[in-house]
């Protein structure tokens, strides 16, 4: 599979990866919200990245939130923010998980609200997205191919009245099920849009920049016949959004340059095993 070995570089994995970053956590407790930008008034809030080291702020409110991530280690970050079940507490989490496995993460986890799939160093990316009262993991797939743990962020008990209610205005709205995306029109720059799944499994969009001239197909046939694509120059990793729970909404912003590009979703299907992607979970779109 294309994303298969890549995995292990560029941590674009299945949402049970996260099982193996919850050594590390640091606890952060709500306060006062942070400024607010302008028009619909949604707080803003800084997550930077250094190399083995994700650093939050100290207060997160509950209501829509803009989580703006920005790169400046030496290596991609790729992260996701997760709300864990009332009353467990992270330290509970990662107890569990070290002993239960996937059993565990199911049962403790009660969403899973996307992040960047793929920030390059000395880049940015911004997800708004509704924080909810309950504990919040804000999770780095990245440092779990580093030696030591991951440094991974928590917001505990985020407390009603939301401070923004309304979320911001999307170009368009991304629709991932079983087994296919909904793509809109899609222009060259950077917009935000509404990142949606509306299946009844977990879903991640992973988008990858075709070179001129090749199609996913030829890249995939690329990989199986021994060649790393990456390597090859066939794709590029562009932006896209990490796991994302039924019924949840997040708004990322993308930026894509003209040229022509494939969303993937490669979470595993529980009833056959199958990546999504090779149940039809692929689209291929033109950005002009």
Partial sequence: MLVARRARLARLV????????????????????PARAGGKGIPQVTVVVRDGRVEAPQ???????????ENRGTAPFFGALVRLQAGVTPAGFGQAVASEGFEAFERLVAA???????LAPGTSQTFVVEIRA???????????????PPAIGAVIQGTPPPAAT?????????????FFFQVPAIPAGTSTFAFTNAGRQVHHMLVFRLAPGVTLA???AAEEQGMDPFEAGLVTP????????????????????????AMVCFIEDPA?????AELGMVREFTVR
């Fill in 14 to 33: 299945p949402i049970v990866a996260l099982a193996a970053l919850v050594v590390g956590v640091g606890v952060i407790s709500l306060a006062a919200a």
């Fill in 59 to 69: 207060g997160v409110p509950t209501g829509f939130v803009a989580f703006t991530y």
């Fill in 112 to 118: 899973a609200l996307s992040g960047p799939a793929f």
């Fill in 134 to 148: 309950g504990t919040h993991l804000l999770m780095d797939f990245s440092a779990e191919e580093e030696e030591g």
């Fill in 166 to 178: 309304e979320p911001p205005e999307a170009r368009g709205t991304i629709v991932a099920s079983e």
């Fill in 218 to 220: 030829e890249a995939l």
């Fill in 238 to 261: 562009g932006n896209g959004a990490l796991e994302l729970t039924p019924g949840e909404t997040v708004y990322p912003t993308l930026s894509f340059t003209p040229g022509t590009y």
């Fill in 272 to 276: 056959t095993g199958q990546p999504h």
